[in-house]
């Protein structure tokens, strides 16, 4: 089974900056690629940014430039710096993942979300 779990949301004025987190476990052969989704209040689940195993980033035009993705895959982890915030970026933040199991099958996995809050 694979999980992955985030953590560094919370509330931020506007311009500031927060870090997100997520952490990938389990058993699986290899992680393709990492990625950031959000969801606000009556909208869809949308890309925010994702990140392959070369270290090849996509960004929603909304976030670039404020937003970096980044990956430490000896801690089959990754991260999102988040500056220049807006009260836009409010909304939950899920973690995604695409792995390889060991039976060569690919699975996509979902965190639980975390709050990210951006208002004065």
């Known amino acids: 089974q694979v999980q992955v779990v985030e953590s560094g949301g919370g509330w931020v004025q506007p311009g500031g900056s927060l870090r997100l987190s997520c952490a990938a476990s389990?058993?699986?052969?290899?992680?393709?690629?990492m990625g950031w989704y959000r969801q606000a209040p009556g909208k869809q689940r949308e890309l925010v940014a994702n990140?392959?195993?070369?270290?090849?980033?996509n960004y929603a035009d909304s976030v670039k430039g404020r937003f970096t993705i980044s990956r430490d895959n000896a801690k089959n982890t990754v991260y999102l710096q988040m500056n220049s915030l807006k009260p836009e970026d409010t909304a939950v933040y899920y973690c995604?993942?695409?792995?390889?199991?060991?039976?060569?099958?690919?699975?996509?996995?979902w965190g639980q979300g975390t709050l990210v809050t951006v208002s004065s």
């Open positions: 995604n993942a695409e792995v390889l199991n060991f039976k060569f099958r690919n699975l996509e996995v």
């Open positions: 389990g058993n699986f052969f290899r992680i393709n690629a």
């Open positions: 990140i392959t195993s070369a270290d090849n980033g």
